[in-house]
Structures are given as structure tokens and as C-alpha cells.
């Protein structure tokens, strides 16, 4: 069936470090939607992208989503301690817009 | 408070127990979704509902599930004989109707704060 691959599972920056994460799906989605959760939290919504190669900023959160629509993006620049949390991607499939979800990379901030 | 409730928060219960969650999606939200999330993973798809009808089931979902919208508003998701391997957050999350035509926009999920559920 469809997956969607997200990698790193963890990273550990300094603060004021870059962090990104990357998502996969094994085909062609129909969007991609991102969410973060905050630790003990539920998944909050970020952004959608919709279009072929579209990039879209938020303050110092990049997302990027592949010219063949199967993988994205998201990088933050400059991490802040508000950053923490795991930064999930959720793919929709083609056919039915069901939404199929990464594993999460979770940031952490290094003391 | 406008947004998707749950209740209860945490849960404890007996191998072989049933348990029922309760959900209640944000107003004129058509769409209704359960998931499950373990440490570590993203959420899982359980099932959701367009108004009162169930669309969709995962196929991973056993028989001893089973969620119910009999009204189009709040749903129930009920886990018969509990197992330790149910232990998990329950997620459900709503969303409105989404946005047909050529942009294919997918609607936004809105989240509850989740169920806790540890089977002893």
C-alpha cells in the first residue's frame, strides 16, 4: 500500500541551529499537508501544499513540495526552544484524499 | 471552547474490559476521524465518517472495534475485550466538507486532545 517515509526520526540541534526533515511517499500524492505536535500535545495543523514544486514560508519555517509530487519538506531556520516538538507530514492519496501519515522527526533542542 | 473535545482524557482498564470513547467534533464539521498513535509514530487511521455514515474502515481495524456518529454530531468508539497491544492514544479529529475542483485542496484536520488508553 501507499506509504510515506519521513526521515530523520530525531534530530538534536543547538538552539539557533537549522533543522529540516523530509518526507517521501512511495507515489503520487494530491497534497501534502504538515503538523507539529508538542510533547504530551495533539497534531496541529501548519500548512498545505497543493502544487507541483510549490514553496511556501512561515516565519522561519520553510516547505517545499517536489516538482513530481512525491516528496516535501519543511526547514527551520535558526531553531528556537518554541520549536520543540515532532513535525509530522501527512500525504493525501490521489484517489480518495485520505490523508496517510509520516512517522514524525522529533526536534530536540540540545541544553 | 470551539474545538474538538474528548472524554475521558485517560483510561485504565483490564485485559478482556470493553471501553467506549466519546468525541465531539467542532460544529458543522462533516467529517469525523479516529486515529491511533503509539509513542514514536504518527497517527494511524482508524475509520472516519461523512456525517453519520462510516466511509471508510481500516483494514488493520479488528472486529473488537467499532465506531458509531448516529447523529451526524459526536461519535463513540467502542473497543471490545480489551488488549494490552490496544494501549494507545485515540485521536479523533474533524473537518469540514472539503474543497472539490482543480486546485484538489484537501481540508484541514482539527485534533482533540486525545484519549489515553493503558490495558492492564
Known amino acids: 500500500g501507499q506509504q510515506v517515509m519521513q526521515i530523520p526520526q530525531y534530530q538534536h540541534v543547538q538552539e539557533g541551529e537549522d533543522f529540516t526533515t523530509y518526507c517521501n511517499s512511495s507515489?503520487?500524492?494530491?497534497?501534502i499537508q504538515w503538523y507539529k505536535q508538542r510533547p504530551g500535545g495533539h497534531p496541529v495543523f501548519l500548512i498545505q501544499?497543493?502544487?507541483s514544486g510549490e514553496v511556501k514560508k512561515q516565519k522561519r519555517l520553510t516547505f517545499q513540495f517536489g516538482e513530481a509530487k512525491k516528496n516535501s519538506s519543511l526547514h527551520i531556520t535558526a531553531t528556537q526552544t518554541t520549536d520543540v516538538g515532532t513535525y509530522f507530514c501527512?500525504?493525501?492519496?490521489?484517489?480518495?484524499?485520505?490523508?496517510?501519515w509520516g512517522a514524525g522527526t522529533k526536534l530536540i533542542i540540545k541544553p | 471552547d470551539t474545538g474538538v473535545s474528548q472524554d475521558p482524557r485517560h483510561k485504565i482498564t483490564k485485559r478482556g474490559q470493553n471501553v467506549t470513547f466519546r468525541c465531539d467534533p467542532i460544529?458543522?464539521?462533516?467529517?469525523l476521524y479516529w486515529y491511533r498513535q503509539t509513542l514514536g509514530q504518527g497517527p494511524e487511521f482508524l475509520t472516519y465518517?461523512?456525517?453519520?455514515?462510516?466511509?471508510?474502515k481500516s483494514r488493520l481495524l479488528s472486529d473488537r472495534f467499532s465506531a458509531e456518529r448516529p447523529k451526524g454530531s459526536f461519535s463513540t468508539l467502542e473497543i471490545q475485550r480489551t488488549e494490552q497491544g490496544d494501549s494507545a492514544m485515540y485521536l479523533c479529529?474533524?473537518?469540514?466538507?472539503?474543497?472539490?475542483?482543480?486546485?484538489?485542496?484537501?481540508?484541514?484536520?482539527?485534533f482533540g486532545p486525545g484519549t489515553r488508553l493503558l490495558v492492564l
Open positions: 460544529s458543522e464539521h462533516n467529517r
Open positions: 507515489t503520487t500524492l494530491s497534497n
Open positions: 501527512a500525504g493525501a492519496r490521489s484517489s480518495n484524499y485520505q490523508l496517510i
Open positions: 479529529a474533524s473537518s469540514p466538507n472539503p474543497r472539490w475542483g482543480p486546485k484538489k485542496a484537501q481540508e484541514t484536520q482539527y
Open positions: 465518517f461523512q456525517n453519520e455514515a462510516q466511509l471508510e
Open positions: 501544499l497543493v502544487k
